[in-house]
C-alpha cells in the first residue's frame, strides 16, 4: 500500500512538474474559492464545482501530509474523520477573513488556512 501512495506522489508530482509556474500560480485563493462555494450552494454546476474544489484540497492536503512527515513540521494536524468537509470549510471561512489575499496562488491560501486553523492541541 506505501509503495502505491508513493508512486501517486510521483505521478502527481511529474504531473504537477508539466505545467508551467505562470499558469500553476495563476489559480489563485479566489478561484479555488468559487467551486468551493458553488459546491456548497448545489447550484446547476454544483456536483462538478464540488469534485473541483474537493481533488484540488484533496491533492494539496495528501501531499503537505506527505511531505511534512503528516503535518508533524508545522504542528498541524487535520482530522482524521471528515477530513476534506473540514478542511474545506475552514478554507472557506479563511477566505472570508483574508479576503484581501484572494489574489494570492491558491496553495500559498491553503497552507495559512491550515497554520491558523490545525495546530495540533
Not at 93 to 107: I, N
Request: charged fraction near 25%; glycine fraction near 6%.
Amino acid at each position: 500500500m506505501k509503495a502505491i501512495s508513493q508512486l501517486c506522489c510521483a505521478l502527481a508530482a511529474a504531473l504537477v512538474l508539466c505545467v508551467p509556474a505562470e499558469q500553476a500560480a495563476a489559480y489563485s485563493a479566489q478561484d479555488l474559492y468559487e467551486p468551493c462555494h458553488e459546491g456548497d450552494a448545489d447550484s446547476r454546476w454544483g456536483a462538478a464545482a464540488e469534485a473541483e474544489c474537493e481533488q484540488y484540497i484533496l491533492g494539496f492536503t495528501d501531499a503537505y501530509l506527505l511531505l511534512t512527515d503528516g503535518g508533524k513540521a508545522d504542528n498541524i494536524c487535520l482530522p482524521e474523520q471528515n477530513r476534506l468537509d473540514e478542511v474545506r470549510w475552514a478554507f472557506m471561512r479563511w477566505y472570508h477573513q483574508h479576503f484581501d489575499d484572494r489574489a494570492q496562488p491558491a496553495g500559498e491560501g491553503l497552507h495559512k488556512m491550515l497554520k491558523a486553523g490545525f495546530v495540533c492541541e
